[in-house]
Protein backbone atom coordinates (compact mmCIF):
# COMPACT_ATOMS: atom_id res chain seq x y z
CA UNK A 1 0.00 0.00 0.00
CA UNK A 2 0.94 3.59 -0.57
CA UNK A 3 2.42 5.38 2.39
CA UNK A 4 4.04 8.74 2.69
CA UNK A 5 5.85 9.18 6.10
CA UNK A 6 6.96 12.56 7.43
CA UNK A 7 9.53 13.75 9.44
CA UNK A 8 8.97 14.60 13.16
CA UNK A 9 7.52 17.99 14.36
CA UNK A 10 10.18 21.15 14.29
CA UNK A 11 10.59 24.25 16.55
CA UNK A 12 13.18 26.68 15.36
CA UNK A 13 14.02 30.29 15.60
CA UNK A 14 13.91 33.22 12.81
CA UNK A 15 15.88 33.14 10.18
CA UNK A 16 16.81 29.56 10.63
CA UNK A 17 16.62 27.21 8.01
CA UNK A 18 14.44 23.38 8.23
CA UNK A 19 14.66 20.36 6.16
CA UNK A 20 11.39 18.07 6.51
CA UNK A 21 11.82 14.60 5.06
CA UNK A 22 8.96 12.54 3.32
CA UNK A 23 9.68 8.47 3.07
CA UNK A 24 7.72 7.00 0.25
CA UNK A 25 6.60 3.21 -0.02
CA UNK A 26 4.49 0.61 -1.61
CA UNK A 27 4.87 2.61 -5.49
CA UNK A 28 7.81 3.44 -7.75
CA UNK A 29 9.51 6.23 -6.08
CA UNK A 30 10.96 7.31 -9.72
CA UNK A 31 7.83 7.18 -11.74
CA UNK A 32 6.26 9.78 -9.75
CA UNK A 33 6.37 13.61 -8.94
CA UNK A 34 6.03 14.65 -5.56
CA UNK A 35 4.31 17.96 -4.29
CA UNK A 36 4.55 20.43 -0.58
CA UNK A 37 1.81 22.02 0.58
CA UNK A 38 1.75 23.92 3.76
CA UNK A 39 -1.47 24.95 5.72
CA UNK A 40 -0.62 27.51 8.93
CA UNK A 41 -2.90 27.07 11.89
CA UNK A 42 -6.77 27.84 10.62
CA UNK A 43 -5.74 28.72 7.54
CA UNK A 44 -5.80 27.54 3.22
CA UNK A 45 -4.06 25.00 1.91
CA UNK A 46 -0.70 26.28 0.07
CA UNK A 47 1.24 25.07 -2.74
CA UNK A 48 4.88 25.45 -2.60
CA UNK A 49 6.52 23.46 -4.88
CA UNK A 50 7.11 19.95 -6.67
CA UNK A 51 9.59 17.60 -7.93
CA UNK A 52 10.05 15.15 -10.94
CA UNK A 53 11.63 12.01 -8.52
CA UNK A 54 12.73 10.36 -12.07
CA UNK A 55 15.05 13.53 -13.07
CA UNK A 56 15.12 15.37 -10.54
CA UNK A 57 13.50 18.55 -12.01
CA UNK A 58 11.41 21.09 -10.24
CA UNK A 59 9.21 23.69 -9.99
CA UNK A 60 8.70 25.90 -7.39
CA UNK A 61 5.76 28.76 -6.17
CA UNK A 62 6.56 32.08 -7.01
CA UNK A 63 6.01 32.87 -3.68
CA UNK A 64 8.88 30.51 -2.25
CA UNK A 65 10.84 30.85 -4.96
CA UNK A 66 14.69 31.56 -3.74
CA UNK A 67 13.68 30.02 -0.27
CA UNK A 68 12.47 26.95 -0.68
CA UNK A 69 14.30 23.68 -1.62
CA UNK A 70 12.85 20.32 -2.82
CA UNK A 71 15.26 17.19 -3.41
CA UNK A 72 15.10 14.11 -3.08
CA UNK A 73 17.40 10.76 -2.70
CA UNK A 74 16.11 8.20 -5.01
CA UNK A 75 17.93 5.34 -3.10
CA UNK A 76 15.93 6.18 0.11
CA UNK A 77 12.69 6.64 -1.68
CA UNK A 78 12.32 10.21 0.46
CA UNK A 79 11.68 13.62 -0.77
CA UNK A 80 13.04 16.84 1.12
CA UNK A 81 11.48 20.39 1.62
CA UNK A 82 14.23 22.84 3.07
CA UNK A 83 12.95 25.97 3.71
CA UNK A 84 14.94 29.27 4.69
CA UNK A 85 15.55 32.49 6.67
CA UNK A 86 12.16 31.49 8.45
CA UNK A 87 9.65 33.96 10.21
CA UNK A 88 6.89 33.13 12.25
CA UNK A 89 4.09 33.39 9.26
CA UNK A 90 6.16 29.90 8.19
CA UNK A 91 4.70 28.22 11.19
CA UNK A 92 2.40 25.76 9.60
CA UNK A 93 1.63 22.06 8.85
CA UNK A 94 3.87 20.79 6.24
CA UNK A 95 2.25 18.03 3.30
CA UNK A 96 4.28 16.33 1.01
CA UNK A 97 1.58 14.58 -1.65
CA UNK A 98 2.41 12.42 -4.52
CA UNK A 99 1.26 13.33 -7.79
CA UNK A 100 -1.59 11.07 -9.17
CA UNK A 101 -0.54 8.55 -12.01
CA UNK A 102 -1.16 9.21 -15.45
CA UNK A 103 -0.93 12.75 -15.85
CA UNK A 104 -4.16 13.74 -13.65
CA UNK A 105 -2.26 16.52 -12.54
CA UNK A 106 -3.85 15.59 -8.60
CA UNK A 107 -2.27 15.08 -5.51
CA UNK A 108 -3.89 11.44 -4.59
CA UNK A 109 -1.96 10.21 -1.48
CA UNK A 110 -0.93 12.41 1.11
CA UNK A 111 1.61 12.53 3.94
CA UNK A 112 0.62 12.99 7.88
CA UNK A 113 1.95 15.94 7.80
CA UNK A 114 4.71 17.90 9.72
CA UNK A 115 4.19 20.87 12.30
CA UNK A 116 7.46 23.49 11.66
CA UNK A 117 7.36 25.74 14.75
CA UNK A 118 9.01 29.28 14.51
CA UNK A 119 9.65 30.99 17.48
CA UNK A 120 11.80 32.93 19.25
CA UNK B 1 0.01 33.36 -8.55
CA UNK B 2 -3.51 34.24 -6.30
CA UNK B 3 -5.16 31.76 -4.99
CA UNK B 4 -8.42 30.51 -6.48
CA UNK B 5 -11.73 32.18 -5.20
CA UNK B 6 -14.04 29.67 -3.38
CA UNK B 7 -16.98 30.88 -0.70
CA UNK B 8 -15.80 31.03 2.86
CA UNK B 9 -18.43 28.84 3.93
CA UNK B 10 -21.84 27.00 2.77
CA UNK B 11 -24.14 24.76 4.75
CA UNK B 12 -27.10 22.53 4.22
CA UNK B 13 -29.48 20.20 6.20
CA UNK B 14 -29.33 16.10 5.75
CA UNK B 15 -30.30 14.68 2.23
CA UNK B 16 -30.15 17.75 0.44
CA UNK B 17 -27.50 19.16 -2.45
CA UNK B 18 -24.83 21.63 -2.04
CA UNK B 19 -22.07 23.17 -4.57
CA UNK B 20 -18.96 24.82 -3.76
CA UNK B 21 -17.64 27.46 -6.55
CA UNK B 22 -14.10 27.57 -7.50
CA UNK B 23 -13.07 30.84 -9.48
CA UNK B 24 -9.83 31.43 -11.16
CA UNK B 25 -8.15 32.81 -14.73
CA UNK B 26 -7.63 31.75 -17.96
CA UNK B 27 -4.27 30.84 -16.68
CA UNK B 28 -5.26 27.80 -14.58
CA UNK B 29 -9.15 26.99 -14.24
CA UNK B 30 -10.32 28.41 -17.61
CA UNK B 31 -7.24 27.28 -18.98
CA UNK B 32 -7.59 23.21 -18.02
CA UNK B 33 -9.27 20.63 -17.49
CA UNK B 34 -7.04 19.41 -14.53
CA UNK B 35 -9.11 20.94 -11.46
CA UNK B 36 -9.00 18.54 -8.05
CA UNK B 37 -11.64 18.91 -5.62
CA UNK B 38 -9.90 18.12 -1.55
CA UNK B 39 -11.68 16.98 1.58
CA UNK B 40 -10.22 18.29 4.87
CA UNK B 41 -11.53 17.27 8.28
CA UNK B 42 -9.84 18.73 11.11
CA UNK B 43 -6.21 17.80 12.01
CA UNK B 44 -6.20 15.69 9.27
CA UNK B 45 -4.06 15.37 5.64
CA UNK B 46 -6.55 16.24 2.94
CA UNK B 47 -8.05 13.79 0.83
CA UNK B 48 -8.72 13.83 -3.24
CA UNK B 49 -12.38 13.86 -4.43
CA UNK B 50 -12.39 14.70 -7.88
CA UNK B 51 -9.43 15.36 -9.96
CA UNK B 52 -10.11 16.49 -14.24
CA UNK B 53 -13.30 18.08 -13.11
CA UNK B 54 -15.13 15.38 -12.82
CA UNK B 55 -13.92 12.15 -12.45
CA UNK B 56 -14.17 10.38 -8.42
CA UNK B 57 -10.87 8.35 -7.66
CA UNK B 58 -11.54 5.16 -6.48
CA UNK B 59 -13.71 5.07 -3.38
CA UNK B 60 -15.28 8.14 -3.59
CA UNK B 61 -18.91 8.32 -3.36
CA UNK B 62 -20.92 9.07 -6.15
CA UNK B 63 -22.69 11.71 -4.45
CA UNK B 64 -19.64 14.04 -5.32
CA UNK B 65 -20.06 15.81 -8.79
CA UNK B 66 -17.69 17.94 -10.43
CA UNK B 67 -18.18 20.07 -13.26
CA UNK B 68 -16.41 23.39 -14.54
CA UNK B 69 -17.88 26.23 -16.96
CA UNK B 70 -15.27 28.89 -18.08
CA UNK B 71 -12.79 29.90 -15.37
CA UNK B 72 -15.18 28.40 -12.51
CA UNK B 73 -15.44 25.13 -11.24
CA UNK B 74 -17.76 23.56 -9.15
CA UNK B 75 -18.04 20.85 -6.88
CA UNK B 76 -21.51 19.46 -5.82
CA UNK B 77 -22.64 17.27 -2.99
CA UNK B 78 -25.38 15.36 -2.97
CA UNK B 79 -27.87 13.58 -0.16
CA UNK B 80 -25.78 15.36 2.08
CA UNK B 81 -24.30 13.30 5.56
CA UNK B 82 -23.08 14.31 8.63
CA UNK B 83 -19.85 13.01 7.71
CA UNK B 84 -19.51 15.35 4.64
CA UNK B 85 -18.76 18.20 7.26
CA UNK B 86 -15.66 19.12 6.00
CA UNK B 87 -13.37 21.65 4.77
CA UNK B 88 -13.11 21.74 0.85
CA UNK B 89 -10.42 23.39 -1.10
CA UNK B 90 -10.22 23.28 -5.31
CA UNK B 91 -6.68 23.04 -6.57
CA UNK B 92 -5.65 23.83 -10.62
CA UNK B 93 -2.87 23.08 -12.86
CA UNK B 94 -1.54 26.63 -14.09
CA UNK B 95 -0.02 28.07 -17.27
CA UNK B 96 3.51 28.07 -14.96
CA UNK B 97 2.78 24.50 -14.74
CA UNK B 98 2.61 25.46 -11.23
CA UNK B 99 -0.27 24.51 -8.68
CA UNK B 100 -2.63 26.63 -7.21
CA UNK B 101 -5.39 26.03 -4.33
CA UNK B 102 -8.49 27.80 -3.53
CA UNK B 103 -9.44 29.69 -0.14
CA UNK B 104 -11.33 26.63 0.91
CA UNK B 105 -14.65 26.56 1.94
CA UNK B 106 -16.02 25.25 5.28
CA UNK B 107 -19.07 23.13 4.70
CA UNK B 108 -21.61 22.42 7.67
CA UNK B 109 -24.09 20.12 8.07
CA UNK B 110 -27.11 21.38 9.70
Known sequence: QVQLVQSGA?????????KVSCKASG??????????VRQAPGQRLEWMGWINAGNGNTRYS????????ITRDTSASTTYMELSRLISEDT?????ARDAAGAKK????WGQGTLVTVSS | QSALTQPASVSGSPGQSITIFCTGTSSDVGGYDYVSW???HPGKAPKLMMYEVNIRPSG???RF???????????TISGLQAEDEADYYCNSYTSSATRVFGGGTKLTVL
Not at chain 1, 10 to 18: D, L, M, R
Not at chain 1, 92 to 96: G, I, M, Q, S, T
Open chain 1, 10 to 18: EVKKPGASV
Open chain 2, 60 to 62: VSN
Open chain 2, 38 to 40: YQQ
Open chain 1, 27 to 36: FTFTTYAMHW
Open chain 1, 92 to 96: AVYYC
Open chain 1, 62 to 69: QKFQGRVT
Open chain 2, 65 to 75: SGSKSGNTASL
Open chain 1, 106 to 109: ALDY
